[in-house]
């Protein structure tokens, strides 16, 4: 799955003090947006819709990927692992 990033403008002192009172919960700010966020995407995205983009995910995972192997050549052109 390929990832984006989001980027926002939020007031800096505000931001200040989020980070210091997670900081004493030990919760972090980027897994709370995120968790936030998907939150979002299940409320407003369709559920068929969530289900197509979650099979186009798994049928991405099932294609074989190339090996990372290359075959060398010799002098006499055969191919050596």
């Given amino acids: 799955m390929k990832k984006s990033t989001i ?22 700010l980027e897994k ?9 995407y299940e409320k407003f995205v369709p559920v068929a ?3 197509y983009i979650e099979a186009r995910e798994a049928s991405e995972q099932e294609k074989p ?3 990372a192997k290359k075959l060398h050549t ?8």
């Fill in 32 to 40: 709370e947006l995120e968790d936030a966020v998907q939150k979002l």
């Fill in 65 to 67: 990927k190339a090996s």
């Fill in 49 to 51: 819709v969530r289900e």
């Fill in 7 to 28: 980027s926002i403008v939020f007031d800096a002192e505000k931001l200040g003090a989020i980070k210091q009172y997670m900081g004493k919960k030990e919760a972090e």
């Fill in 74 to 81: 010799d002098q006499a052109g055969i191919k050596i692992d």
